[in-house]
């Protein structure tokens, strides 16, 4: 059974950082894309980052480009979001997802067949 875990979430005023990580279990990491995504309060969920199987390629949202960075450890099989000067606006639900085995990284929520269960983030202005 496939489990996704993200943990790292919290309150953080604007300019701070915070780390998030998830779990992963129940198949190859290894060999599986990975992505994180978030939803705000009254907004779809949107693409923020994604992660190739060997980790050697990502790609980032604009929103997110240049403060955020995705990376991955597949000998702890737990994927990475560092996340440097936040802005109120990064306020949200952040989920890391995880795509079939073998598939490309996607921007886009349907490239992925299962989620976690989110962890909060807060940034206060």
């Known amino acids: 059974q496939v489990q996704l875990v993200e943990s790292g979430g919290g309150l953080v005023q604007a300019g701070g950082s915070l780390r998030l990580s998830c779990a992963a279990s129940g198949r190859t990491f290894s060999r599986t894309a990975m992505g994180w995504f978030r939803q705000a309060p009254g907004k779809e969920r949107e693409f923020v980052a994604r992660?190739?199987?060997?980790?050697?390629?990502?790609y980032y949202a604009d929103s997110v480009k240049c403060r955020f960075t995705i990376s991955r450890d597949n000998a702890k099989n737990t994927l990475y979001l560092q996340m440097n000067s936040l802005k109120p606006e990064d306020t949200a639900v952040y989920y890391c997802a995880q795509a079939p085995p073998y598939d490309s990284p996607a921007t886009y929520a349907s490239g992925y067949d299962y989620w976690g269960q989110g962890t909060q983030v807060t940034v206060s202005s």
């Open positions: 992660i190739s199987w060997s980790g050697g390629r990502t």
